[in-house]
Nanobody, 113 residues
Framework: QVQFVESGGGLVQPGGSLRLSCAAS????????VAWYRQAPGKQREAVAT???????NYRESVKGRFTISRDNAKNTVYLQMNSLKPEDTAVYYC???????WGQGTQVTVSS
């Protein structure tokens, strides 16, 4: 089973950008779908974006036009480019293999002035 390690989080001002990385312990080329989730304090974990092994993407409404999910099978890494960040994007972000995956440690994103 492939394990993911998230990185790239940090503190950014509103309107800023971050790129999150999700590095896999093995090949991701056969993984049908990978998703980025996030969990804000006191809230349930929610799906943010999904990408399939053929590149089909889906986004939750609140991030459409601001976030872009991508995958690099050669580097066994999935990315989440986040632009025009808002305070409500503050959360711990996780990636997950949607078919039998397990949660990693996540990476903290804080959007604040």
């Amino acid at each position: 089973q492939v394990q993911f390690v998230e990185s790239g989080g940090g503190l950014v001002q509103p309107g800023g950008s971050l790129r999150l990385s999700c590095a896999a312990s093995g090949s991701i080329s056969s993984i049908a779908a990978v998703a980025w989730y996030r969990q804000a304090p006191g809230k349930q974990r929610e799906a943010v974006a999904t990408i399939t092994n053929v590149g089909t993407t889906n986004y939750r409404e609140s991030v459409k036009g601001r976030f872009t999910i991508s995958r690099d099978n050669a580097k066994n890494t999935v990315y989440l480019q986040m632009n025009s960040l808002k305070p409500e994007d503050t959360a711990v972000y996780y990636c997950l293999d949607l078919v039998g995956g397990s949660w990693g440690q996540g990476t903290q994103v804080t959007v604040s002035s």
